[in-house]
């Protein structure tokens, strides 16, 4: 099993607020910046229609290879009012079954929970070879530095290295992303 382990946001201080306008953002490094979360969806008001919308804008924006539509088909992904083990969504890829709650139902997460499905794919051979390409990339690599608080795990750092640079991953990555995902 393989779980998004994205903790639910928690109330903090309030922002102190400044005078005049807000500085403009720092130009992102990443290619698929986080969405933030939608607290207005809930089970009640969003429909399987609008996650299988959901799962093909992240087709959409990731170009996921047209051929590999029948494979990503088969996975069963449903909405659920919390996910399992404590995040917000999760992947059973055993059961090629994922559940994700509707105000993080976004491209983004969409993602990460199904780069979990080809990372499982990977023989130990070959998560062997990404974790031994990946290592020295996490201390030299402008796109990986890029991605806030890369898991120490090779699984979720696969899934986070999908999920924020998609194609702007390093080319010698790509190969482990194949054929599902590139
Ligand atoms: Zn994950």
Not at 7 to 17: A, M, Y
Request: proline share 13%; glycine share 4%; charged share 15%.
């Amino acid at each position: 099993m393989c779980w998004w382990k994205k903790k639910k946001p928690s109330p903090g201080p309030s922002p102190t607020p400044t005078p005049g306008p807000p500085p403009a953002p720092p130009p992102s490094a990443l290619l698929h910046p986080e969405e933030p979360s939608d607290p207005t969806r809930t089970m009640a008001n969003t429909s399987p229609a609008d996650l299988a919308a959901t799962i093909q804008m992240w087709k959409n924006n990731y170009q996921v290879p047209v051929g590999q539509n029948v494979f990503w088909d088969t996975m069963h992904v449903e909405l659920a009012a919390v996910a399992p083990a404590g995040g917000v969504a999760a992947t059973d890829c055993a059961g090629r079954q994922m559940w994700i709650e509707p105000a993080w139902m976004n491209p983004g997460v969409i993602a990460h929970e199904m780069s979990h499905y080809a990372y499982w794919q990977l023989t130990q051979k070959r998560k062997n070879a990404f974790a031994d390409l990946l290592s020295p990339l996490r201390i030299s690599d402008a796109a990986i530095m890029a991605i806030p608080n890369l898991n120490a795990s090779d699984v979720e750092a696969y899934a986070d290295i999908y999920r924020y640079q998609g194609s702007n991953m390093p080319e010698s990555l790509k190969d482990f992303y194949k054929p599902y995902l590139f």
